[in-house]
């Protein structure tokens, strides 16, 4: 939007805050292998909607407090995020034109490269191998696409973020 005024910033910054808060929620050790990536679905959404606003820097950073948030080594999320968001931001015309259920699979792809970024990194400080259960946030993620995209369709609405 050149030269008008923008609105909403607060609703962004409170989404990714919520987003962190649903991300350390304890759960039941049964369910938090199913846990998906609030953060990465919040970011994939608002780089899709709003690429001048949400882009590389702002996954980098939100990454970076994500790795304090969890405890994991500093700059594996940021990494993971910012490479997410860029390729967000440089396929959004793209992707925001495709079915709910092409963009569940765009999602999955995206989140699965999150992991995939962050494992590497886990590897290369020699961590162990996951077993396949790693995995399963990318596919939970992409499942509640089509909800997590409605809800943040309303939120934008509603707050007028723009």
Known sequence: ??????HGGLAIVLSFAA???LTIVPLADALRPLRPDWVGLTLIYWALMLPDRVSVGTGWLVGLLLD???GSLLGEHAFG?????????????R???YPLWQQALTVL????LHQLLSLWIERTVGRPAPGWIYWLPSFTGALLWPFA???????Q????VN
């Open 19 to 21: 987003a962190g808060l």
């Open 1 to 6: 939007m050149i030269g008008g005024r923008r």
């Open 68 to 70: 304090v948030l969890t």
């Open 95 to 97: 992707i925001r034109v």
């Open 81 to 93: 995020l910012a490479v997410v968001a860029f390729l967000c931001v440089r396929l959004h015309q």
């Open 157 to 160: 609405r509603t707050f007028s």
């Open 109 to 112: 792809m995206l989140l699965a």
């Open 149 to 155: 995209q409605r809800f943040m369709r309303g939120v």
